[in-house]
Every structure is written in C-alpha cells, then in structure tokens.
T-cell receptor
C-alpha cells in the first residue's frame, strides 16, 4: 500500500484556517516535508520538520508531528485565495534522502 | 524561483523516440534528484546523483538513464518512448544527500503522441 497518504480535497473560506493531514507508515522516517504545487508550476518547499520535533511554526504555517500515530499536519492560518494549490506531504530517511510523496491534497479557498 | 533550472519546459515527441532532459542545480548544491509525476502513479523518485556519482535508484525503467557532469548539471535520457512515459519530469537539488531539503525546478512536461 501507499507509504504516505493524504486526503484528496479540502475546501475552506478565505480567512479561515486550513488543516491538511498526512499519515505515513515507516517509523524510520526521519524528515517530513510539505511542498506546494500551483497549476503549471513546480514544487515549492514550504517547510520541513525533523522527527525529533513535535511542532514547527513559520509565519502562517504550523506543522504538527505525532510520531506515535505517524501523523503529520499542516495548518495554514488566515487562508488566502493565493493559497489555493495542491499540497504534498513527503518523507525521507537518512540514507539516500529520496522523497516518498503522498498523493497530494487539493486546497480550494473560496472568497 | 528555486534556483533549479530545467530545460526544455515542454517536449512533444512520438513513440519510439529518444529525448534528453536537462537540469542545472542550485549554486552550491551537489546532489541532483529526478522525479516523475504522472496522473496514475503520482510523484515517484527515479534516481539521485551526488557529486557525479549515482547515489540511489528508485522506480527508474531500464529505458531511462541519467548522469551528472563535472559542472554538476544533470541529464535524464529517455529512450524507446511509450505513450505511458507522458508525464511531468522534475529535477531537484540539495546541498548534500543527508536530509537536507530538496528544491525543485519547474519541470519538463513530456507528451508522447
């Protein structure tokens, strides 16, 4: 089965908070990342967290990591229409550093 | 702008042909990665090079090959192309291979007719 799973779709109103969730299966995952992909564009690195951390905040973005449940979330505060995109969760281990991606969550922000 | 440059942006070719995709990593980055994004398979890791040497291999077909040159740019060669090879091919780079975040280029969209 999938190593990294995400829900397909999330719709929020402008100004609300968005929470995008991700689960992974490999307990040896040491680095977890969030990337954003806008239509026709590449993958933009948003933020990342090491497995020895529980939380990381960067301006409007908050990442929460629950290692026991292998659950990662990305909270976007005060969501704007410009945040509409596909968000990918990814994990890597120490060796090789190849990224394993989830299927992506399409975030739609309604005005 | 991530600093990773991929050319060409779009490529249209026919089945059975061979193409070369090019990637210039961010200044100072030694590691280059190639990924394929398709509708049915999602984003999949293909191969990684570090300072000219192959470091890791993923779901890369035997018809595909890559290399990293002394100036650290990389090329992905796709041969005997099939309809199913139509996808977006991304290059990413990082400073080293050990957990450092990868920065992605805008991709090359390959369409096989």
């Amino acid at each position: 089965g999938e190593d990294v799973e995400q829900s397909l779709f999330l719709s929020v109103r402008e100004g609300d908070s968005s929470v995008i969730n991700c689960t992974y299966t490999d307990s040896s995952s040491t680095y977890l990342y969030w990337y954003k992909q806008e239509p026709g564009a590449g993958l933009q690195l948003l933020t990342y967290i090491f497995s020895n951390m529980d939380m990381k905040q960067d301006q409007r973005l908050t990442v929460l990591l629950n290692k026991k449940d292998k659950h990662l979330s990305l909270r976007i505060a005060d969501t704007q229409t410009g945040d509409s995109a596909i968000y990918f969760c990814a994990e890597s281990k120490n060796a090789g550093n190849m990224l394993t991606f989830g299927g992506g969550t399409r975030l739609m922000v309604k005005p | 702008d991530s600093g990773v440059t991929q050319t060409p942006k779009h490529l249209i070719t026919a089945t059975g042909q061979r193409v070369t995709l090019r990637c210039s990593p961010r200044s100072g980055d030694l590691s280059v990665y190639w990924y394929q994004q398709s509708l049915d398979q999602g984003l999949q890791f293909l191969i990684q090079y570090y300072n000219g040497e192959e470091r890791a291999k993923g779901n890369i077909l035997e018809r595909f090959s890559a290399q990293q040159f002394p100036d650290l740019h990389s090329e992905l060669n796709l041969s005997s192309l099939e309809l199913g090879d139509s996808a977006l091919y991304f290059c990413a780079s990082s400073v080293t291979g050990g957990g450092q975040p990868q920065h992605f280029g805008d991709g090359t969209r390959l369409s096989i007719l």
